[in-house]
């Protein structure tokens, strides 16, 4: 979970404006946009529907690793019995 959260991003969504930040590294980033974009928005009141959306890495970081074994047994497995047919 730990290298999940490392490989993710974040933004800031207004649900008064409907718009989103660019995305940020870190939480406490996305919470300084949600902050900059009140006092400049909305002159400091807090708007109805924002929130801190988190942005995962897709593709092997979005994988369980028990997943990644799993797809890598039954790619060689598939291999196996291609090369076994073949031959």
């Known amino acids: ?7 993710a ?7 008064a404006c409907r718009t989103t930040s660019e ?16 006092v400049g ?3 400091g009141r807090i708007p109805v529907g924002e929130r801190i959306d ?3 890495t897709e593709g092997w ?5 028990t997943e990644r074994w799993i797809t890598v ?5 598939a ?3 291609f090369a076994y047919n073949v031959l």
Not at 1 to 7: F, H, K, Q, W
Not at 9 to 15: I, L, M, T
Not at 61 to 65: K, S, T, V, Y
């Open 1 to 7: 979970m730990r290298r999940e959260l490392e490989m």
């Open 9 to 15: 991003s974040y933004s800031h969504w207004c649900g």
């Open 23 to 38: 995305r940020v590294r870190t939480h406490a980033e996305a919470l300084e946009a949600q902050a900059g974009h009140r």
């Open 41 to 43: 928005a909305h002159g």
């Open 54 to 56: 988190l942005h995962r």
């Open 61 to 65: 970081g979005d994988a369980d690793p």
């Open 73 to 77: 047994i039954l790619a060689a497995v």
């Open 79 to 81: 291999l196996l019995v």
